[in-house]
């Protein structure tokens, strides 16, 4: 099993950055991608940027581009999320989670098998 704690959630003005973290545990060598999703109030979970743990291939939804980078830590099992010139439109409940499967891209959630609790972003205008 992969434990997955996010961390860097706040409240924060619109134009402002946070960065978000997700520190894994656990058998980490079966991870083959981290991924990152949010979810705002009423709307389904959407995919937002992904990356593959070995050769650091990034992947992002189109509307985060160029807005949000994901990195990561080797040495500390950890991948971040550096959100910026945030808008209320980025207001969500944001996820990390993994996936063994050895592709590219933007899979959605259900091929991820494990998640985090979540941190809470809000951006006030």
């Known amino acids: 099993q992969v434990q997955l704690v996010e961390s860097g959630g706040d409240s924060v003005q619109a134009g402002g950055s946070r960065r978000l973290s997700c520190a894994a545990s656990?058998?980490?060598?079966?991870?083959?991608?981290m991924g990152w999703f949010r979810q705002a109030p009423g709307k389904e979970r959407e995919r937002v940027a992904r990356?593959?743990?070995?050769?650091?291939?990034?992947y992002y939804a189109d509307s985060v581009k160029g807005q949000f980078t994901i990195s990561q830590d080797n040495a500390k099992n950890t991948v971040y999320l550096q959100m910026n010139s945030l808008t209320p439109e980025d207001t969500a409940m944001y996820y990390c989670?993994?996936?063994?499967?050895?592709?590219?891209?933007?899979?959605?959630?259900?091929?991820?098998?494990?998640w985090g609790q979540g941190t809470q972003v809000t951006v006030s205008s």
């Open positions: 989670a993994t996936s063994r499967l050895r592709i590219g891209g933007l899979p959605p959630a259900s091929l991820y098998n494990y």
């Open positions: 656990g058998y980490t060598s079966s991870v083959y991608a």
């Open positions: 990356m593959l743990v070995g050769d650091g291939n990034t």
